[in-house]
């Protein structure tokens, strides 16, 4: 049950692969119109700080290598023990920028995901947005996961590579002028000729780092889209698994364990062949990043080996120009240390923008294509002109052709079974919008569109009766509304949390929806086959809750005619063009023949 506005909505189709530029753009308009966007400047600033700091540490350090195994070469203990001195007063300096890095670290990551994902919630939240969404075809299936599993993943991900690549940036810049000085003067006597090659580490560096970035991400790019086909998997599986619990109850007394297991089976293989694929990919990687890592232990000393050799520089200078070149080398191979992961982050900045771009196009598409028309009418009546609905499955429409429905009137719209009555109830209520013709709702006026199977949000029983406007009535009001449906055993329970969807029955469940109309007493009230499936005892009663304590409210009832009581003045009949719509018949989409009644 839900109070609405005239809306209209649109089906989506899936949305096609940004680039990368793009999807970055994206991101960053949700966090520009962020509020945690100011924190996330300041969090920014506060490590770039930090890291230009550890990088100064980290020069020192290096430079202290020189005295130090300088001392050791001498056989000078006295400065052996000078140096481990400065040795603890640089450490510890690093071990404090190192902990406050990783302080700084936890919060940008927290507030990244926060603002990444209350964006996707106000986005996905938005009227009408999420049931069209959900009727988008692949897109719209697990919403929950983009926003929680794909967006707290994306927010790891960006953190952790953000300032890796930061923190590799700044060492490269610091460094690089150290092993060019180290180098620099240096010439190479090769058959009785001279070659001078200033700063020669430092291009020995970038040409070994640069190869080793190239080869994997030429071996390691499949990994983009394997990661992406196995989350969509995963997700598959995951909706199956969350489906046979929701309805473990009937698969049981159906006794369809085994069918449903063949299906988690199926799920599961495709997973598995899925991860199958990555496993193959990252073996093919880990030849290519494994080799050159075992190469880096000796590279940095052959190349400066010959600047040792040939009198340059002492033992501690070596060991000072191996540190600084690994420091080089570390800083030009980030890209080799973290393919993994930036394949990873790729693919779920794929499905994270993908999924925010889908939210949006509902809106777009819904501007874009034909559909029903809403308006608002200035007196107080409902009009339907033309109505007619499109489905896969064909054309719905009622028999006459205009309608016009006054406030306070009794109608019931009857249809053969199969016809689509859901389906007109979701066009009125603005959640349909394929097909044509114009629906007229009263200006100014409360509606409540009751669906079979009413919604019961987990929560207190008083929240549940005040829902959707919050816990705004009485004690006394709450408990009135539950005696009146026949449910005032449940006044006691008013603060009791529960799963109340399955604690209730049934028919209980419709009572309780109709003890939250008596207390919103909205003035018009549309109901798709909820009467029909009461027992009469049930149905007697809410009856007469509809006839004396709602007298004054206007009642539309999509569904069969009710015998025990003369309630409904004036009867509709729905039918059925069986010719199937040409837009969606050419691309039927199982999510929206599911909505058909």
Known sequence: MASVTARNGSATPPVAEESLWKQLAVIRRIFQASPVFKTLLVISAGSFLVVVFTALGQIVLNQWNQPFYDAIERRNLDAFFHQLQIFAAIAG?????????????QRFRLKLR??????????????????RLAN???????PDQRMQEDAGHLADLTTDLAFGLLQSSILLVSFVGVLWSLSE?????????VFDIPGYMVWAAIIYAGSASWLSWRVGRPLIALNSERYN????????MMRVNEHIDSISLAGGETGERQKLENDLGSVLTAMRNIFRAQINLSWVVDSYGWVTVVAPILVAAPVYFSGHISFGGLMMAVGAFNQVHSSLRWFVANIGAITDWRATLHRVTAFRSALLET??????????????NDANHMTIDRLDVVSPSGRTRLEEPHVEIKAGERVVIT???????????????GLWPLG?????LPKDQSITFLPRTPYMPPGKLREVLSYPHGNTFSDEDLADALSRVGLQRMVPMLDTEARWDRELSDDDERLLAFARILLHRPRWIVMDEVLEAMEPQCLRRVLAILQDDLEDATVISIGRPVPERNLFSRRLQLIKDTRPAERLAARPDKSLEGTTA
Do not use: Y
């Open 436 to 440: 044509s013709g114009r629906v007229g």
């Open 363 to 376: 809106d777009a598409l819904n501007e874009a294509e034909g559909h029903i028309e809403f308006v608002l």
């Open 415 to 429: 249809a053969d079974p199969g016809i689509g009555k859901t389906l007109l109830f979701r066009a009125m209520a």
């Open 114 to 131: 926060e603002g990444l994902t209350r964006d996707l919630i106000c986005e996905w939240m938005l009227p009408r947005r999420a049931f």
């Open 93 to 105: 300096g690093m071990l404090l920028l190192n902990i406050s890095q990783q302080w700084l670290n």
């Open 233 to 240: 998997r995963e997700a598959a599986l995951r909706f199956t």
């Open 136 to 142: 988008a075809g692949a897109i719209g299936v697990n």
């Open 185 to 193: 003067g240096f010439a190479f006597h090769i058959g009785g000729r």
